[in-house]
């Protein structure tokens, strides 16, 4: 079951980020809309209600759910940039969120159109951070640590080869 649920392992934090490893993942976030797209444009309204594990979401509450999560990532990292006192990371219930009207019926293409303008932002802008900007920290409540800019990306670039995995495995093992 932990590969389903992990299909890429989980994530593994680690203390600094070269700046190969984060140009990987710059590449990641820029490059994981269009291989959504790719993926997931042309499935029927079967495929999207498919599922990687009994329990999980479908692949349409997963597309929704990563424009929402990386939408939020990226506004962690503004706001961490623009606002002195921005301590805590800003949460959401994603559960909540997975199962609200728009994540379970909406056409996936509103959230690749969002998916597509965040990430060109969003590697734009982690491109132009200093090395002090990359550096600024937050609290994550949830994870139960202080993460810096660095972090929060590799977070990000993982994030979406995560569930990018679990629309795979429902494409294979539930099809």
């Given at each position: 079951m932990e590969h389903l649920k992990f299909p890429i392992g989980p994530f593994q934090l680690k203390e600094n980020y070269t700046d190969e490893e984060l140009q990987k993942c710059v590449e990641i976030i820029r490059d994981s809309p269009a291989t959504y797209r790719k993926l997931v444009q042309h499935l029927s309204e079967e495929d999207l209600r498919k599922t990687y594990r009994e329990g999980s979401w479908t692949i349409r509450q997963l597309v929704h759910?990563?424009?929402?999560?990386?939408?939020?990532?990226?506004?962690?990292?503004?706001?961490?940039?623009?606002?002195?006192?921005?301590?805590?990371?800003?949460?959401?219930?994603?559960?909540?969120?997975?199962?609200?009207?728009?994540?379970?019926?909406?056409?996936?293409?509103?959230?690749?159109?969002?998916?597509?303008?965040?990430?060109?932002?969003?590697?734009?802008?982690?491109?132009?951070?200093?090395?002090?900007?990359?550096?600024?920290?937050?609290?994550?409540?949830?994870?139960?640590?202080?993460?810096?800019?660095?972090?929060?990306?590799?977070?990000?670039?993982?994030h979406v080869q995560h569930h990018l995995a679990h629309i795979e495995l429902a494409l294979r093992v539930r099809g």
């Open positions: 759910h990563v424009a929402d999560i990386q939408l939020l990532h990226y506004f962690r990292m503004k706001k961490a940039m623009t606002e002195p006192n921005y301590a805590e990371a800003t949460l959401i219930d994603m559960g909540g969120w997975a199962h609200t009207s728009d994540s379970v019926s909406a056409p996936i293409e509103d959230s690749l159109l969002l998916f597509e303008g965040v990430h060109q932002r969003y590697a734009y802008l982690i491109e132009s951070l200093t090395p002090e900007q990359l550096e600024i920290s937050y609290f994550h409540s949830v994870r139960n640590i202080y993460f810096n800019q660095k972090q929060a990306i590799a977070i990000s670039a993982w």
